[in-house]
């Protein structure tokens, strides 16, 4: 087992001029080192590694609550879609992350640092063809608090599925549910 590049990158929690496509022209096709550190550089690095030596890479993507994960992965695929000039009319990055709402739904929470934390880990596969070209993607979740369910810390939020489906108490297709206000469920729903 090797370990290659490691990037420690910052949230800014604002959008910056930095991850456009002519920043991805940029990075495409350079070496490891000749650019600034970026999130572009790694991901050309595992894309000529795979294509190099016909490998399977992976990238890891960690941080705490708020870090930019989900954001940071989103810009690696849409590096993926714009280098291996994907054939898909739509951004391969928003189909992935848009290819499994209800798991969005049942694994984000509000916290202290986010008020919409994947309260799950992600595995995302991205499949490329013989010309390196996108041709699929699966993801795959584990929920990471299970705890969460019945206890909540300190101006926390249960699971934003919860409160979706209270709000929809009244709906006709949910009355069997007999669910109540969220306010009314404080056991659950703090």
């Keep these: 087992l ?3 590049i490691i990037l420690v990158a910052i949230n800014p929690y604002k959008q910056l001029p930095i991850y456009g496509d002519a920043i991805i ?6 070496n490891m080192g000749d650019m600034d550190p970026h999130i572009f550089a790694v991901a050309e690095e595992a894309y000529k590694q795979m294509a190099r030596n016909n490998k399977n890479q992976s990238i890891i993507v960690s941080g705490e609550s708020g870090a930019g994960k989900t954001v ?8 993926f879609a714009t ?5 898909s009319n739509a951004h391969v990055e928003d189909k992935v992350l848009a290819s499994n709402p209800i798991t969005e739904a049942v694994g984000n929470a509000k916290t202290t640092r986010n008020d919409n934390s994947s309260r799950f880990g992600k595995y995302t596969e991205i499949s490329f063809d013989q010309s390196y070209q996108i041709i699929g993607a699966n993801m795959r979740t584990y929920l990471l608090e299970k705890s969460r369910v019945v206890f909540q810390s300190e ?15 009244m709906q006709p297709e949910y009355e069997h549910l007999k669910l ?11």
């Excluded at 926390?156 to 209270?166: D, K, V």
């Excluded at 109540?180 to 703090?190: A, V």
């Design 72 to 79: 940071s992965a989103r810009y690696t695929m849409r590096y």
């Design 180 to 190: 109540g206000r969220s306010q009314e469920n404080n056991l659950l729903f703090t």
């Design 155 to 169: 101006n926390e939020r249960n699971y934003h599925i919860f409160y979706q489906l209270c709000a929809s108490a």
């Design 2 to 4: 090797a370990v290659g």
């Design 83 to 87: 280098v291996s000039k994907s054939s």
């Design 25 to 30: 022209h940029a990075y495409s096709g350079q």
